[in-house]
Each structure stands twice: as C-alpha cells, then as structure tokens.
Nanobody
Framework: VQLVESGGGLVQPGGSLRLSCADS????????MGWSRQAPGKQRELVAR???????NYAESVKGRFTISRDNAKNTVYLQMNSLNPEDTANYHC?????????WGQGTQVTVSS
C-alpha cells in the first residue's frame, strides 16, 4: 500500500483547501481511511476518519469545518477544509487501516497565515 497526499499549501485565515490521498492498495474499499496532522511541538492528532461503510468521525477541533469523503472507484480519500485558522497549520498525513496493518503517507503541509 502506498498513500500519496496532495493539495496542501499556503492559505489565508478563513480560506479553504481540499486534500486528496490516492491509495495504491487493492483493499481500499475495505479500509478505514483517515487524516492525521502534526504541528511542530504538538502531539499528533487524528483529524477525521471514514469507515468502509462511510461512517465518519471528527476531532472536536475541526467539527463543522472539515469534511472527509472517499471515492472507492478512484481509491481516493479527500479532506475538505473550510474556515481554516492558523491553529490548523500542520503536516497532514493520510492513513489507512486494512484490518491488519496501519499505513501512513508522507504528508502534505498546510500553512494558514496572512
């Protein structure tokens, strides 16, 4: 399994970004997919996850602002991020759990700054 993230960048406070993660594995449709983030000096935080049935969970810090979704036909998971603020600045990693192993992508940097 190889997870490749894209879509990060620099955005002003209040702006939006959409992250994408392409999964090269053959068990994508069965996997629980997620996004985690880590900022310098802070603990890693699970931002959002989506099960193979589409059930979603979010960290309290992003509820109402972030939306996770998946396209099983494209083996891709997305994270739509709205109303971004400087506290959202972090390296965002895509994660996958196929029921046996956990996988991590290299990450994509999101910087929220004016």
């Amino acid at each position: 399994v190889q997870l490749v993230e894209s879509g990060g960048g620099l955005v002003q406070p209040g702006g939006s970004l959409r992250l994408s993660c392409a999964d090269s594995g053959s068990a994508f449709s069965l996997s629980v997919m997620g996004w985690s983030r880590q900022a310098p000096g802070k603990q890693r935080e699970l931002v959002a996850r989506i099960t193979n049935k589409g059930t979603t969970n979010y960290a309290e810090s992003v509820k109402g602002r972030f939306t996770i979704s998946r396209d099983n036909a494209k083996n891709t998971v997305y994270l739509q991020m709205n109303s971004l603020n400087p506290e959202d600045t972090a390296n965002y990693h895509c994660t996958a759990n196929d029921g046996v192993l956990n996988y991590w992508g290299q990450g994509t940097q999101v910087t929220v700054s004016s």
